[in-house]
């Protein structure tokens, strides 16, 4: 069943409102949305826009596309110590759209709202003679003068990662060859994994609050580790050094690196991790590490920020050459 | 000269931070902007995008592009009384793009940004397989419970528009047909005229205080004065009579109309107006038009708002029958 397909009216009315929880969003019945002032609190805002074809599959499930629009960018927030106030939403919808793919993708933005806690504050629908994209921009409380920056790192400060490094780009990989599967010698289970790290994010929100009170500098991981860690590290005027045998990878990655050796290079430099890189006083490390396992998401030391510039990777004490070094999208 | 494109941070680095003029943006480089609180102000937020072959066409001049895209979000801001904060913009590149054509681009968005004492926030840069588009987030400041919405107006109220109705329109149309200018009897300057309304929509920012002070309702018509004041009637649970003979025109719309009675539908119902719809207390009526002359803004009566529903549209007294009633972009 595809359904008759309403005009903009209908379909804000059909599928967008229902979103509109904040008081606000005014119902989506305005122009603009209300963002309250919150004592104590900055408000902080992000844009980040995904297009089919390029950042993710068309074919891909259209919940998976809405909420992968939606983390991207709560993953920004999570990584400056701030809450999600609300989010608004463009969607741009080639000629071909259908009822059906739309359900999914509100069901996939709803889905989202309720496990993060966030509420969609307004939007735009426009037809695209292109392919579908979604352009979010999200907003968001943080603890006023403690948002934490790219640019705060200090020589003999530990850099942490949350989660695990390299699922996603292994996962777009075996997106596009199966064979690799034969190759990594992986599981049905790690298979899957590693494509649904790709497929979503996990945005750290519940990390926000440890962000807040601990990092000197942060900043999310999109465009791969050892790239993201070279722009942390050149806005803080420092050099960071990275120990890629205590980064931390999945089962899956694992047995993909045991298995082909470029499968490393892949996990620190590909992207889509949207995993969060913090810089954390030595002296602060055992109490983030205690609150960080408070809040329910691993963290792990994986090296330094020293004087110099630039990015070393290590691997037991030797240098590793991991080749270009970092993924862009653009 | 088309230049060398650069990647995704020398593009921001050289064409956008120039444009981050605000601390809030910190120059961008980092992955969010903070917006500050204002003391008695409250926060609003909109989004509108814009996309080439839909809503402009393609070899539209590059800073004409920027602005429109701009500008139909400043536009919202000064439907609600707010002056703005400043705005984020997603640019999404076709795989042919040039130096040349962003430099435009950039030129455009620094000449609005002088215009309307704006800074660029933040934005993200893709790339996309198919046509150019534009997305921009605009945030603004209202005074604190004043923020006019479509649905506080009440029987009785008078109806005002700024500036001249469907020039847009007309320009669209001969933009499309330029044997229209025979049609419409147009002189040189009337040609331009309309095409320059259609590709350059003015925001009414400097009206923005006068909107807080004294409109009941309001919003930017967008979709064609008629469908618009049939929306700010029917959030308001009222109706709405227009009397077409007192609606401002421009002389190059007068010309077109006396030519062609169909035009007179067009400038009516067409859309990009992008003036502003107004719903004033008739006992506020004088100090509202005398304050609208001081900040430099034509504002016209041009009907009433009534008991019951829907829009009536008379000409000297007399029903007029404009057929379709509203233009839809989506």
Redesign the interface.
């Known amino acids: 069943m595809t359904g008759r397909r309403p005009?903009?009216e209908g379909?804000i009315a059909r599928f967008f409102r229902p979103l509109a929880t904040s008081p606000g969003a005014?119902l989506l019945?305005?122009?603009?949305?209300?963002?309250?002032?919150v004592e104590g609190r900055?408000?902080?805002?992000?844009?980040?826009?995904?297009?089919a074809?390029?950042?993710f599959f068309p074919d891909d499930p259209a919940d998976a596309i809405a909420r992968k629009a939606l983390r991207v960018n709560l993953s920004?927030?999570a990584?400056?110590g701030?809450r999600p106030a609300g989010y608004?939403v463009?969607l741009?919808l080639p000629r071909d759209w259908t009822v059906d793919w739309l359900e999914g993708f509100v069901e996939g933005l709803a889905a989202d709202q309720e496990e993060f806690g966030v509420s969609l504050?307004?939007?735009?629908?426009?037809?695209?003679?292109?392919?579908l994209?979604i352009?979010v921009?999200a907003?968001?409380y943080?603890p006023e003068g403690h948002?934490p920056?790219?640019?705060g790192a200090a020589p003999g400060q530990r850099l942490y990662v949350t989660g695990t490094i390299g699922d996603a780009a292994l996962g777009l990989l075996l997106r596009q060859d199966e064979s690799l599967a034969l190759t990594w010698d992986l599981r049905r289970a790690d298979k899957e994994w590693l494509l649904d790290r790709y497929l979503l994010p996990e945005p750290r929100l519940s990390l926000a609050g440890v962000v807040s009170a601990y990092a000197t500098a942060s900043?999310?991981i999109s465009d791969g580790l050892v790239g993201d860690a070279g722009k942390l590290a050149s806005?803080s005027r420092v050099g960071a050094l990275i120990d890629a045998s205590r980064t931390p990878l999945s089962r899956a990655a694992s047995r993909a690196v045991a298995a082909d050796r470029e499968a490393l290079a892949v996990a620190l430099t590909g992207g889509d991790d949207y995993e969060l890189l913090l810089a954390i006083d030595p002296d602060d490390a055992d109490a983030f590490e205690s609150d960080a396992a408070a809040a329910g998401v691993p963290v792990t030391d994986i090296g330094a920020l020293v004087e110099g510039g630039g990015v070393s990777v290590e691997a037991n004490g030797r240098p590793l050459d991991l080749g270009a070094g970092s993924f862009?999208?653009?």
């Open positions: 005009g903009e379909l005014a019945l305005d122009d603009v949305a209300t963002v309250p002032h900055e408000l902080v805002v992000t844009t980040d826009a995904i297009v074809g390029v950042h920004d927030l990584a400056k701030a608004l463009t741009a504050l307004g939007g735009d629908t426009v037809r695209t003679p292109g392919p994209w352009s921009t907003l968001g943080a948002v920056r790219r640019n900043m999310d806005a862009a999208h653009f």
